[in-house]
């Protein structure tokens, strides 16, 4: 065990520096820098025929979750991270994006550092209310499956049940584990108060009209909903 104890204190050192930097005051052009980020992720997991989320899942989608990670560690493992959310409106419509943390801590063999970018299609209402809660696993509290995209995959997927969520990830192709390697997420309410100047909180943002979207978050929201028509 002693051999392994300077990397174990290296990471909790590195991960209370991360902790230090989520809990500083965030200034908005770096949310704004987030935002572009997330949307970027978007579009790159639409571009390849291996990763691109089909347009029936996307139509019928209630919810999107696009995640930016990195993860480092040696023996103990620390993840950081934002994602942004943005939900359907029982009037169809698609909601202003809302930001929140990506994060954990992990025991295990494991070395490097690699950036893991993720999108989740949330398909059912009760899912997506998992993003209301102070601190949420979809992996643990739903069912979810790899985005498949060979016709081979589809055909197969098709005899399956149904999942809560469909994961898309940039740095393994077709398939992450349904435990969902993104971790616990929460509701960022510094980044949101700060970004759209207001002091409402995620249910408020997602499902009402009180928080009017300033023209920074028109550019995800609009390509949102032209993917999902």
Same mark, same amino acid.
């Given at each position: 065990m002693k051999k392994f104890l300077p990397a174990i204190l290296c990471v909790a050192a590195l991960a209370s520096a991360l902790a230090a930097r989520a809990s500083a005051d965030v200034k908005r052009s770096t949310l704004v820098e987030r935002l572009d980020t997330c949307e970027a992720i978007l579009q790159d997991v639409q571009s390849s025929t291996k990763t691109a989320i089909s347009p029936e899942r996307l139509r019928n989608a209630r919810g999107i979750v696009i995640v930016n990670q990195v993860q480092a560690g040696f023996f103990v493992g620390v993840k950081d991270g934002y994602a942004v959310a943005l939900v359907r409106r029982p009037n169809g419509r698609w909601s202003v994006p809302a930001?929140?943390?990506?994060?954990e801590a992990s025991l295990g063999f494991?070395?490097?550092?690699? /950036?893991i970018n993720t999108v989740l299609v949330i398909m059912d209402d009760a899912t997506v209310r998992l993003l209301l809660n102070r601190r949420f696993n979809f992996? /643990? *509290?739903?069912? /979810? *499956?790899?985005?498949?995209?060979?016709?081979? /995959? *589809?055909? &197969?997927?098709r005899q399956l049940p149904s999942a809560n969520?469909? &994961?898309y990830t940039l740095?393994?192709?077709?398939?992450?584990?349904a435990a969902l390697k993104t971790g616990y997420m929460s509701p960022n309410d510094d980044a949101n108060r700060v970004f759209y100047n207001t002091n409402?909180?995620?249910?408020e943002l997602l499902y009402s009209d009180w928080v009017q979207p300033p023209p920074e978050a028109?550019?995800?929201?609009?390509? &949102?909903?032209r993917l999902s028509q």
């Open positions: 930001f929140l943390n990506a994060g494991q070395a490097g550092v690699k /950036a992996g /643990a *509290e739903a069912h /979810a *499956e790899a985005g498949i995209r060979t016709a081979e /995959a *589809e055909k &197969v997927t969520v469909y &994961v740095q393994e192709g077709l398939y992450l584990s409402n909180h995620l249910p028109h550019y995800i929201m609009d390509y &949102v909903t």
